[in-house]
């Protein structure tokens, strides 16, 4: 069994940061590839970041530059930093996780999510 647990949203104006954390527990030795997606209302899920144990990372083309993934193995946490938000950064935020190879390939766990809302 694994667990993951989202933190760090919240409601935050056009312009401003958010750190998102991702907390795995649990059967967590095989947990190689952690990532963020995302869903706004009325639209599908879609992929934000993932990076793999080694440190290989992918992010979404759309976020590059304002978005940032890291991630602790020490203490089995990812991290997305959030800068220059957008009105159209609103979701929910999904960690993801699992043994896949790739950091853009979807694992078997989610987190609960964690709502992020950025006002105009």
Same mark, same amino acid.
């Given at each position: *069994?694994? *667990?993951?647990?989202?933190?760090?949203?919240?409601?935050?104006?056009?312009?401003?940061?958010?750190?998102?954390?991702?907390?795995?527990?649990?059967?967590?030795?095989?947990?190689?590839?952690?990532?963020?997606? &995302?869903q706004?209302p009325?639209?599908? &899920?879609?992929?934000?970041?993932?990076? $793999?144990?080694?440190?290989?990372e992918?992010?979404?083309?759309?976020?590059?530059?304002?978005? $940032?993934?890291a991630?602790?193995?020490?203490?089995? $946490?990812?991290?997305?930093?959030?800068?220059?938000?957008?009105?159209?950064? $609103?979701?929910?935020?999904?960690?993801?996780?699992?043994?896949?190879?790739?950091?853009?390939?979807?694992?078997?766990?989610?987190?609960?999510?964690? *709502?992020?809302?950025?006002?105009?």
């Open positions: *069994q694994v *667990q993951l647990v989202e933190s760090g949203g919240g409601l935050v104006q056009a312009g401003g940061s958010l750190r998102l954390s991702c907390v795995a527990s649990g059967s967590i030795f095989s947990l190689n590839t952690m990532a963020w997606y &995302r706004a009325g639209k599908q &899920r879609e992929f934000v970041a993932g990076i $793999t144990r080694d440190g290989s992918a992010m979404e083309d759309s976020m590059k530059g304002r978005f $940032t993934i991630r602790d193995n020490f203490v089995n $946490t990812v991290y997305l930093q959030m800068n220059s938000l957008k009105p159209e950064d $609103t979701a929910v935020y999904y960690c993801n996780g699992g043994t896949t190879r790739a950091p853009r390939v979807l694992g078997a766990y989610w987190g609960q999510g964690t *709502q992020v809302t950025v006002s105009s």
